[in-house]
Structure formats: structure tokens, C-alpha cells
């Protein structure tokens, strides 16, 4: 299906775009994450020096130059932080654009998807068509094969011998096919279409039953 190639296309563009960013990202974070750690623990070493300034042990342009290099790394941290914003803001920006662009195909797609849709349902009523359609021709085989007992049958109820006829037609004896101690019918259930089109699942007492 075309269209859904070429949504597929810009999809794969959204993956590649976060995953670039998100890469940038960490690489980011985990270099922001140092930094903090180390303003952390120059911020406790300026404390030291401040306080050997006000004893007079280093002077007091010893602790404005710590102090400058303290102030360069929280700028420096600030800066990071701002980066990892914007490397978010920007990740968001550029996703939408592409999501934008999704919503321009999909409308001019839409009538693609509604022939390829109806195509769908139409292969859908075929397969019950077919269905029913093999039901009518076993229909006819089985008739052919019991035509004998039940004349033979027939004969019997003729001649008083019986009361009945009780060869059964195609649609009571074939209704359930016996399997093990079950059986299987030849109905197909709401719950087992519902199986098929949402999980693509088939009843395991068919595969079970084709299988022996």
C-alpha cells in the first residue's frame, strides 16, 4: 500500500529525529551531571578558602581568584542547563513539524485509504462467499454419499419396518465435526472473527483438528 509507505516514511522520521536528540541529550546530561558534581565540591573548597582568608592564612586575592573560577563553573553549569532545555525544546519543535506533516499526507491520502478499505471488506465478503460456497458444494457430496441408506431408509418406513427415516440431511449431520471428546462446529463465532482481525489468532482445536 503506497500510502501507508509514505506515512511509514515520515514514522521512521519521527524515531530517527528523537533518537538523535535523545543521544545529544544524554551526552548532555551526563556531561551536566559532572559539572554540577564539581561546582559541588569547589564550592565547599572556596568555603575553606574564604575562611582562611578571614584568618588571615591566604589573601584575600587568593579567594576573589577561587571565587572567580567558582562563578566561571556556575556559569558554565547555568549554560549546560540551558542547552539541555533547549535540546528538549527543540526535539518537541521538530516532532511537531513532522507530525504536521503526517496530518498534511494523511489528508491527502484519505481517499487512497478509503478505496484500499473498501477493498478490504470487499476480500472479506469474498472469504465468506467462499465459505458458504464450500458449504454448498460438501453439501452436495455428502447428499450423494448417504443417498443410498437413505433410500434404502425410505424403503424400510415403506414396508412398515420402521417409523422413520433417520438419515439426517447435510446441515444436521455435518453442523458439529467431532473431535476427541469435543467437537468442533462449523459456525464461526463473533468472538473467533473478533480473534482473527484484532490479534490474528485462529481457534487451536482447528490447527489441532487439520494437524492429526
Do not use: W
Amino acid at each position: 500500500m503506497k500510502f501507508v509507505n509514505k506515512l511509514n516514511k515520515l514514522f521512521n522520521k519521527v524515531d530517527e529525529t528523537e533518537t538523535k536528540y535523545m543521544k545529544a541529550l544524554e551526552q548532555k546530561e551526563e556531561k551536566l551531571l559532572a559539572m554540577r558534581f564539581e561546582l559541588q565540591e569547589q564550592e565547599a573548597l572556596l568555603q575553606d578558602v574564604h575562611k582562611m582568608a578571614l584568618l588571615g592564612d591566604v589573601s584575600e586575592e587568593t579567594f576573589e581568584e577561587r571565587k572567580a573560577e567558582v562563578d566561571k563553573l556556575k556559569d558554565q553549569v547555568r549554560q549546560a542547563e540551558k542547552e539541555v532545555h533547549l535540546i528538549q525544546e527543540y526535539k518537541t519543535d521538530d516532532i511537531k513539524a513532522v507530525i504536521a506533516e503526517l496530518e498534511e499526507e494523511k489528508k491527502k491520502l484519505t481517499k487512497d485509504k478509503g478505496k484500499e478499505l473498501q477493498s478490504i471488506q470487499r476480500d472479506l465478503i469474498e472469504a465468506k462467499q467462499a465459505y458458504l460456497d464450500t458449504l454448498v458444494k460438501i453439501s452436495g457430496r455428502y447428499k450423494e454419499l448417504v443417498e443410498p441408506d437413505k433410500k434404502l431408509e425410505s424403503l424400510k418406513v415403506k414396508l412398515g419396518l420402521q417409523v422413520r427415516n433417520y438419515i439426517t440431511g447435510a446441515g444436521e449431520s455435518l453442523n458439529m465435526i467431532s473431535h476427541g471428546a469435543d467437537y468442533i462446529p462449523l459456525r464461526v463465532e463473533q468472538y473467533e472473527v473478533y480473534e482473527a482481525l484484532t490479534y490474528g489468532r485462529t481457534p487451536v482445536n482447528l490447527k489441532q483438528y487439520l494437524n492429526k
